[in-house]
């Protein structure tokens, strides 16, 4: 069974701080995708990752897949409240089309 | 474009009743899916379809029927709903050769 552990579970910081997130497995994983949660809404696409070592930047996201496509992290500069939410990971086993999900980092940025 | 909409939003269920949760999309992508959100518990693949036809079952698929009769529509049936099937559920879709899926509002469903 795949399994996608990320830490931390919860991070609470103040405006302009760093943090960065990780998304971990013992698979390899033919993508891996970064979304993020609102209370009361469904998950929304900030990335996906299909090549190992890929980096992607997204203004102050940086997301970076694992050389070996086994694990990944989030990087946020100079975090802003309007990024709390739940991150989430989603990674896609190699000739399957199940996906599998991280429980989720739960960010809450303090003004 | 709608986008993935699933209908109710919210659902209150007696032990042992049956229901279908709707989920349709307007994107004309091949691959749809059902997850369910526990608390501290993420997302749970129950049953996925990558076509009109095919389904096939993901991580937790008991006590949950799926069909795909149209690119468009991907219902999820509860055939005797029990207390642990109280949980948020989610539909999503995606091209069948890309990662990215797009999510639906999400269902909540409580059974007493």
């Known amino acids: 069974t795949q399994l996608l552990e990320q830490s931390p579970q919860f991070l609470s910081i103040q405006e302009g701080e760093n943090l960065t997130v990780y998304c971990n497995s013992s698979?390899?994983?033919?993508?891996l995708q970064w979304y993020r949660q609102e209370p009361g809404e469904g998950p929304v696409l900030l990335v996906t990752v299909v090549t190992g070592g890929e980096v992607k930047k997204l203004k102050r996201l940086t997301f970076q897949f694992g050389d070996a496509r086994k694990d990944s992290s989030l990087h946020i500069t100079a975090a802003q409240p309007g990024d709390t939410g739940l991150y989430l990971c989603a990674g896609g086993g190699v000739g399957t089309y199940k996906y599998i999900f991280g429980t989720g980092t739960r960010l809450k940025v303090l003004a | 474009n709608a986008g993935v909409t699933q209908t109710p939003k919210f659902q209150v269920l007696k032990t042992g009743q049956s229901m279908t949760l709707q989920c349709a999309q307007d994107m004309n992508h091949e691959y749809m899916s059902w997850y369910r959100q526990d608390p501290g518990m993420g997302l749970r693949l129950i049953h996925y379809?990558?076509?009109?036809?095919?389904?096939d079952q993901g991580e937790v698929p008991n006590g949950y029927n799926v069909s795909r009769s149209t690119t468009e529509d991907f219902p999820l049936r509860l055939l005797s709903a029990a207390p642990s099937q109280t949980s948020v559920y989610f539909c999503?879709?995606?091209?069948?050769?890309?990662?990215?899926?797009?999510f639906g509002p999400g269902t909540r469903l409580l059974v007493l």
């Open positions: 379809s990558v076509g009109a036809g095919i389904t």
């Open positions: 698979s390899v994983f033919s993508s």
């Open positions: 999503a879709s995606s091209r069948r050769d890309a990662g990215a899926q797009y």
